[in-house]
């Protein structure tokens, strides 16, 4: 297993284009997180799965913003009508469920709306 | 809701000094990670702490989680250029007992001079 896999690494988008963004856990694990994080801050929660289900959604994800996990296996993050502030480094992590398991993050797609 | 504050936010030591970072949470720490960065990349894991007075070790980096388990501190000895980055504290939320989503500090950049 190579890890969390993230496509892709770099992502250039003109305002109101959509983007979607994929993410790759380690095969055996069923939690899934998204986070974004700006410059100069630390990563910031915005979603996570266990398996297939959406378990929470913090108030950071807008109407605009929207993911899933089909199979529990893969997901996406999508973001429609982009803006200037979704600029970010957008970061999944997966973990098992289980306290301590540790979680792995990936290397991240970051975003650029111009 | 918890909060992480890290100290100090920026750090420039010349190479082979010692160094600390601090992470100080607002209400009990339940799962304490230590996870370093480089610019434009994800989070690479260094530590997870849990029980109260608890030290770990790995190659010249210390982590210790205070007893009252509200406070934790990273420790470099002898730092050196491959050091530098940006080190992130993260916590597992009380309520989540069972693998819930981590919430981070601010970050602290290290810079190391040669």
């Known amino acids: 297993d190579t890890g969390v896999s993230q496509d892709p690494r770099h992502k250039i988008t003109k305002r109101g284009q959509n983007v979607t963004f994929r993410c790759d856990p380690i095969?055996?694990?069923?939690?899934l997180y998204w986070y974004r994080q700006t410059l100069g801050q630390g990563p910031e929660f915005l979603t996570y799965?266990?398996?297939?289900?959406?378990?929470?959604k913090s108030r950071l994800l807008s109407d605009r913003f929207s993911a899933e996990r089909p199979k529990g296996s893969f997901s996406t993050l999508e973001i429609q009508r982009t803006e200037q502030g979704d600029s970010a480094m957008y970061l999944c992590?997966?973990?098992?469920?289980?306290?301590?398991?540790?979680?792995?993050f990936g290397s991240g797609t970051r975003l650029t709306v111009v | 809701s918890q909060e992480l504050e890290q100290s100090p936010q920026s750090l420039i030591v010349q190479e082979g000094k010692n160094l600390t970072i601090n992470c100080t949470s607002s209400?009990?720490?339940?799962?304490l990670y230590w996870y370093k960065q480089k610019y434009g990349e994800g989070l690479i894991f260094l530590m997870m702490?849990?029980?109260?007075?608890e030290e770990k070790s790995h190659e010249k980096i210390t982590a210790k989680l205070d007893e009252k388990k509200q406070q934790s501190s990273l420790h470099i000895t002898a730092s050196q250029p491959s050091h530098a980055g940006i080190y992130l504290c993260?916590?597992?939320?009380?309520?989540?007992?069972?693998?819930?989503?981590?919430?981070f500090g601010q970050g602290t950049e290290l810079s190391v001079k040669p």
């Open positions: 095969s055996e694990h069923n939690r």
């Open positions: 799965f266990q398996n297939e289900a959406q378990l929470e």
């Open positions: 993260g916590a597992e939320p009380p309520i989540y007992n069972q693998g819930g989503k981590l919430i």
């Open positions: 992590a997966s973990s098992l469920k289980s306290q301590g398991s540790g979680y792995t």
């Open positions: 209400k009990t720490l339940y799962g």
């Open positions: 702490l849990q029980k109260g007075g």
